[in-house]
């Protein structure tokens, strides 16, 4: 490490101020803070002093992601051999390919197997995003003359996380570069950012090519008769009137799902939002370490829980034209779909969340409702969390700034002479 130390202060000089690669030292800069603590200390008494900065917090955010990361490789190769095995269409010749390199078979039983295939599937996602999204940070922090910030770290796991295992790796790069520009970078990067930039990426791809994201073309690769996770949400919805809730999804996918699969992630989906256990885990740890709100995450709960039990009554009490979709039970909505790894990792976004610690309450009630209503009331679009979440990124300044005004209005007729 010595040795890496004195390469580094030795090629400092030619990325300061004057220096031949001078325009490049964000790349340098970020090299060496992330090998390395930062030697810059603030001195003085009007100074905080606190170990919990900027990059230390993606850290524990990415380190909170091990679970989801861990079920998007075991279950992207559990469902890819599950299906093969079953006599399902072969997998693409690119991940057919590699596969066969690695001198395994196709065995759904065996975690190795499973664990390589899944990886098959997600790291060439992950590489993409990190290399035009990381091009694209440093391409800003060049131009602005300004460091590279870390918040890409967490954009760039959030977004192969919340894609389908098959989606092509150009989709990719365009969505996330769209995501990183619009998102983010148009608004002046890291913090000053009212959206969620992976979820605006993933918004991009949803609406301009859907049938890749959500479709049944989603899991083409390895079961031309399967379907993402997203989709099962779009099987009850299309279920007919008198249909059971186990029967409509005893349609998704071969084995069908029962609420424990669909809470431990056993099933077909995004590749890293299937596991409700593997969120939890998460949600603990961002909790443990102060980084993420339970507040947003309890609130998104009580909001989706209460208006699912709200519609449960409207649906057994009125003729309606789905009563299963509107009647679902909320330990349902609580597991199918995206919910949880949008409560935990995505509406808890310290900079596109609401601020204030009321604001909170409301913004994660808000969340919780509109996915509700959205799944079950606009069934054009059933998954539901993602536009919930955007929609309270875009209300979050208002909530804040509300929740202000009431507070200085007490203060003043509190304090009025």
């Given amino acids: 490490m010595k040795l890496l130390r004195g390469m580094l202060d030795k090629v400092e000089p030619m990325f300061l101020e004057g220096g031949k ?12 803070t992330f090998l390395y603590t930062p030697p810059d200390r603030a001195k003085g008494l009007t100074h905080v002093r606190d170990g919990l900065d900027l990059k230390r917090t993606m850290i524990f955010v990415v380190l ?9 490789l075991w279950n992207t190769g559990y469902q890819a051999n599950l299906q093969i095995a079953k006599g399902a269409a072969p997998m693409a010749d690119f991940h057919e390919s590699l596969f066969v ?3 395994l078979e196709h065995n759904p039983s065996s975690w190795i197997s499973n664990m390589v295939l899944g990886a098959i599937f997600f790291l060439p996602v992950y590489i993409v995003t990190m290399t035009v999204g990381g091009t694209i940070e440093l391409i800003f922090s060049i131009v602005r003359k300004h460091e590279i910030n870390e918040g890409f770290l967490v954009s760039g796991m959030l977004f192969p996380l919340i894609l389908p295992p098959t989606i ?8 996330i570069g769209f995501g990183v520009l619009v998102g983010k970078e148009v608004f002046g990067g890291t913090g000053k950012n009212f959206l969620n930039p992976a979820l605006t990426a993933r918004a991009f791809l949803y609406f301009s090519y859907a049938t890749d994201m959500t479709g049944d073309k989603a899991w083409t690769a390895v079961s031309p008769d399967g379907f993402s996770g997203a989709t099962t949400l779009g099987v009850v ?42 969120c939890l885990l998460g949600a603990a740890f961002l909790i443990a370490t102060g980084i993420g709100s339970w ?19 409207v649906a057994n009490g009125f003729d309606v034209s789905n009563p ?42 808000l969340i919780g409702v509109m996915t509700i209503l959205i799944r079950s009331v606009g069934t054009a679009f059933p998954e539901g969390i993602m536009l919930a979440i955007l929609f309270g990124n875009v209300m979050a300044p208002l909530i804040d700034y509300f929740v202000l005004q009431a507070n200085i209005n007490r203060r003043k007729a509190r304090y009025a002479t």
């Avoid at 909170?64 to 998007?72: D, G, K, R, T, V």
């Avoid at 709960?301 to 709200?310: F, M, P, Q, R, Y």
């Fill in 295 to 313: 507040r947003i995450m309890l609130s998104c709960v009580i909001g989706a829980v209460g208006t699912s039990l709200l519609l449960m009554g």
């Fill in 324 to 365: 299963l979709l509107l009647g679902m039970a909320p330990w349902w909505h609580l597991v199918i779909g995206g919910f949880a790894f949008g409560t935990v990792f995505m509406a808890t976004d310290p900079v596109s969340a609401a601020m204030t610690t009321t604001g909170k309450w409301f913004y994660g009630i």
């Fill in 101 to 103: 390199m690695t001198g």
């Fill in 21 to 32: 690669l001078e325009r490049l030292y964000p790349l340098y800069e970020a090299a060496d």
């Fill in 168 to 175: 092509p790796l150009w989709q990719v790069a365009v969505g």
């Fill in 237 to 278: 919805a299309s279920s007919p009137a008198g249909t059971t809730m186990q029967d409509a999804l005893s349609h998704v996918d071969v084995h069908g799902i029962n609420w424990l699969g669909a809470f431990m992630g056993w099933i077909q989906g995004s590749m890293g939002e299937t596991s409700v256990l593997a």
């Fill in 64 to 72: 909170s992601l091990i679970p989801c990361i861990y079920m998007a």
